[in-house]
């Protein structure tokens, strides 16, 4: 694979995995550059402080990810572990197992398209905020260009629980440790410049716009700065809640291992 | 697979997620009567009794044990904001006992004292109780209220 595509790749699925998950992914989904068939793990840690209409506090959390590809097709899955302050109330506890799947549709010299499908098991628990309470099903598109040091790249896709939710009910965003709408269409856009040496800065936003059910539009933006060495990347980024509130800010710091 | 359907089937009748009492407010309420349940002769000391150790508009945030913020019921509007939340969580009725509250989230410890730690087993309601919640509820969230938390 080109490293180009293997940018866009890289920093679409994580921005896609941004939206829909807590930006946990994207650096464990490619293997090194050119190898047709790679296996990542990575560690992330995650801190933040949340204020939202009903619940107030801060979590910490510890999310191991693995992560699968071979040419076009990768798969993967994470599962964080938490401990979280709810208003008074500590509590740990894992999050939702998060699985997925993706193609890569198209990829030229400059462009790579592709689809993704995400899955939430409902394995955190819902009333501490560490879980959703329902399966997810979250398919997504997602797009990447590329010229030079830069790389732009944008996703969108469709998130909905599996469950049967009354329309007129307001059922906000949850869990607390990954905020999303039952019903949400997601997006995600960014952009990535390669700055020499390994490193590269990336800005973004990522939001959800609640459809079909009640819910609450949601944007958060983000700045990063990554650096790769042999088989190693790290990254640390700063989260902000613009819109909504997914959280006041949230730090992430980032570290994959390909194989 | 046999275990995966019996646990199904332990959650699915354990009542364990909200649903609502569907206790319905006889029509006329009949409030003039000695036996009607209201904010003075019942909601007052049901919410005294099990739920204002958390939830009080007193308490600042990090002395909740984790009730949510603005559900406070130490006073009548507090509880009729958030009525359905209240019916579905602790009331009993035709269609669903609802036992999560109080206790739920806390493996049934509550606080002793408002703002407290979790340094007791939480005091149950009697079936009579849940019961009369929800029918207070029902009957509550129709009256009109001037603002002061109380009943015209």
Known sequence: MRMASRIGVVVALGLIASAAHADHHGMAMMGEADEPTAFDASVDLVAASYNTLTEAGDYEGVLPAVGWRHGRYGVGASLGLYRIMLNGLGEHGIGDLMIHADAMVYSHEHITTGVMMMVSVPTGEEIYGLGMGHTMLMPSLYGAWSAGRVTVNASAGFSRAIAQMEAGHDHGVWPLVDPMNMSEIAWSAGCDVALGRGVHGTVRAAGGIPVALMGHERVIGAARAGWGSGRVDTALEVQAGLVGDPFTIRGLVETALHF | ?152
């Not at chain 2, 002395?63 to 359905?84: C, M, Q, S, W």
């Open chain 2, 1 to 152: 697979m046999y275990r995966i359907v019996i646990l199904f089937a332990l959650v699915a009748c354990s009542g364990a997620s909200p649903t609502p009492t569907g206790t319905e407010c006889a029509d006329p309420d009949p409030i003039t009567g000695t036996t009607t349940l209201t904010w003075d002769n019942f909601g007052h000391d049901f919410m005294f009794e099990y739920c204002t150790n958390c939830h009080s508009s007193d308490l600042p945030n990090s002395k909740r044990n984790g009730a949510p913020i603005y559900h406070d019921f130490n006073t009548l509007l507090g509880v009729l904001e958030v009525a359905d939340h209240v019916d579905e969580q602790t009331g009993w009725g035709p269609k669903a006992e609802n036992n999560f509250m109080p206790g739920g989230g806390t493996n049934g410890r509550c606080p002793s004292v408002p703002g407290g730690s979790l340094d007791e087993d939480c005091p149950e309601p009697t079936a009579e109780e849940r019961t009369n919640l929800a029918q207070w509820l029902a009957c509550e969230r129709l009256r009109s209220h001037d603002g002061s938390g109380s009943a015209n």
